[in-house]
């Protein structure tokens, strides 16, 4: 206990330096949230990486799936590095950057507003990003909270209580260049943490190895086979491919990290993120999903709240000293995950809303003063929601990760690529997206309403995410288009309408 206290203690004050240090670096709205868009290859790939994954990740989904679905999981981690991180740096960095520089964009509401021409659209979409990411924030206090109490045996409200009050501290204080700071020493941590986890469960005497592991899992009783198989049993197919759709597929259309595309340097920086980025979510996202394959080697029974599998393994498996190091990488994970969503939803009001619509007049320091005000807002509701604990760690994370890509994936995927999206196609795509969504959601909730394969809060995402990549260029396609200034002012001088 007193190495692990000491391990945390050392990593905390060396996040108060940062944020101390970052402090004159963000005194215009520019530096705030985009850092000057000066950001560099590694700082950027550590910046999306350690945003893309949390202890959501690493808690709830490595945990309950790898228990579930037993090593055919690991394709979850793999997607995460192909689809959610290497596609989306080859087609969205470049020409995110390029338009968001060039249409003077700093948020994602603000990019709809300027490539669309819509106030409102900018407005709706302001509001979905700091509603729907108050569920995801609370999610990512509930994975640490769970981990907190196994190892320190401090009830997890007053973990998830203290996490808040440190990340508004450092946040409030440095805003995005304290969190890209602060992601390149998190990632380096997290590399460190998950090489050493990965060989002390598999080399535990309980798993002895990792074929030794997977011919013990395949030993148990009528599951056994199917969990050690790479490719799992048929019945779990669907859920597999919308988990992968989900959590890869979903990273496209979420402002948390396309973000981290307005905030590059230059094309260079862009062409090393892409190789650093894929590599780390490779390591990070296929080690976390492998480890929990073995979940059932270090549990007796079945626990009755499948977000404690991986703390119970970590407890078991791990020195205490490399319990600390573990601790610190979840903190790590989560503390980066949180600041990316605070610092997002707190513009999406600040930035949009108040000054972007309610009072343009207002001055940047004002703007500045309201993005730290709504941060501390934004911590403030999100942990009264973990704290009600209202449902399962995945399912909060699935619901705003749905609603979010479900609206958002088309208007911007489409917006960066292609000339001929409209402003009918992007409206389209976001109505359709909460007029699917959320409906689905709530009956999901409640629970008796939907049928079996259509119930779990990954499927109704992944299905949400599908529609708005159809619905948008299909009422594009029947809409009027922009004309050629508008089309050369998004593009570049010498774009071309496209049908």
């Known amino acids: 206990m007193v190495s692990q206290v000491i391990i945390l203690a050392v990593y905390l004050a060396v996040l108060v330096f940062v944020a101390l240090y970052s402090i004159k670096r963000a005194k215009t709205t520019n530096d705030f949230f985009l850092g000057g868009r000066k950001m560099g290859a590694w700082m950027s790939a550590f910046a999306y990486g350690t945003t893309y994954f949390s202890a959501v ?12 679905f037993g090593l055919s999981a690991t394709w979850i981690g793999i997607a995460n590095a192909v689809i959610g991180t290497l596609l989306a740096w080859l087609l969205l960095a470049k020409p995110t950057r390029a338009i968001t520089q060039r249409l003077d964009a700093s948020t994602m509401p603000d990019f709809f507003l300027k490539r669309y021409n819509s106030k409102g659209l900018k407005i709706v979409a302001a509001v979905i990003i700091f509603v729907f990411l108050v569920p995801y924030c609370a999610s990512v206090y509930q994975g640490l909270g769970y981990f907190f109490q196994s190892v320190f045996g401090i009830d997890y409200m007053w973990c998830m209580i203290g996490m808040a009050v440190f990340t508004a501290f450092y946040l409030l204080l ?3 260049f304290a ?45 056994g086979p199917s969990l050690a198989s790479p490719f799992g049993s048929s019945k779990n197919a669907l859920m597999l491919v919308s988990l992968i759709l989900l959590t890869s597929l979903g990273t496209w259309g979420l402002p948390q990290m396309v973000h981290k595309f307005y905030a590059i340097k230059d094309k260079k920086a862009i062409s090393r993120g892409t190789v650093i980025s894929t590599l780390f979510a490779l390591l990070i996202g296929g080690s976390a999903y492998f480890i929990g394959t073995f979940g059932r080697l270090f549990l007796s029974e079945t626990p009755n709240n499948m977000d404690t599998v991986m703390p119970q ?3 078991a498996a791990l020195p205490s000293v490399l319990l600390g190091i573990i601790l610190v990488l979840l903190l790590s994970a989560s503390m980066s995950t949180l600041s990316s969503l605070v610092l997002v939803s ?43 604990n209202p ?10 990760w749905g609603a979010l890509a479900g609206c958002f994936i088309g208007p911007f995927l489409y917006g960066v690529k292609w000339k001929g999206v409209t402003k009918a196609g992007a409206w389209t795509a976001v ?23 259509l119930n779990p809060a990954p499927t109704i ?39």
């Open 174 to 176: 440095g805003g995005y």
């Open 391 to 400: 449902t399962a760690i995945v399912n909060m994370m699935s619901y705003s």
């Open 313 to 315: 393994v970590m407890t």
């Open 431 to 453: 109505i359709v997206g909460l007029a699917f969504t959320v409906p689905m959601m709530i009956m999901s909730m409640i629970g008796g309403i939907l049928p079996a394969w």
């Open 179 to 223: 969190t890209a700071l602060s992601d390149f020493i998190q990632g380096l941590v997290m590399i460190v943490g998950v090489i050493l986890m990965l060989g002390f469960v598999l080399g535990n005497p309980a798993v002895g190895g990792a074929a030794e592991g997977l011919s013990k899992i395949a030993a148990i009783p009528e599951v």
């Open 461 to 499: 995402g992944a299905i949400s995410m599908l529609l708005c990549l159809i619905v948008t260029p299909a009422a594009s396609f029947l809409s009027r288009k922009f004309d050629a200034d508008h089309i050369e002012r998004v593009f570049g001088k010498g774009a071309k309408i496209e049908a």
């Open 57 to 68: 990740m690493f808690v709830g989904y490595a945990g309950k799936f790898g228990w579930n």
């Open 346 to 388: 707190s513009s999406s009001i600040s930035m949009d809303l108040i000054k972007g619509v309610i009072k343009p007049s207002v001055k940047d320091k004002t703007t500045v003063i309201w993005m730290r005000s709504l941060c501390g807002v934004f911590v403030a509701v999100s942990l009264l929601i973990a704290l009600l």
